[in-house]
């Protein structure tokens, strides 16, 4: 997925997916790459590389300093507990 974005939508040095603007598309995707970031850091692997996708890489960027959105994202350290205690629920749940 990352690399037909990378390769097909974000290109002709567009700042978001719509062009100058930021729109739905931009909005919607950003809960995805927010929570992949959170996700690398819980699991392990890394699944987004800055330097294997540059585009995304700046649209990420982009997307970070638009206010309403640099704002309104969800702490990271909140979004790791949160994992951690969905993880243990589930490990629990499979010992009882």
Do not use: Y
């Amino acid at each position: 997925m990352l690399e037909v974005l990378e390769e097909h939508v974000l290109i002709g040095g567009k700042k978001f997916f719509g062009g100058d603007e930021i729109n739905m598309v931009d909005i919607a995707f950003c809960s995805v790459a927010h929570w992949l970031r959170v996700v690398e850091v819980f699991a392990g692997p890394k699944i987004f590389e800055p330097h294997k996708f540059p585009r995304l890489n700046s649209w990420i960027q982009n997307l970070k300093s638009v206010p309403v959105i640099k704002d309104n994202l969800p702490d990271t350290d909140k979004m790791l507990a949160l994992l951690k205690r969905w993880r243990e629920m589930l490990l629990a749940s499979k010992s009882s």
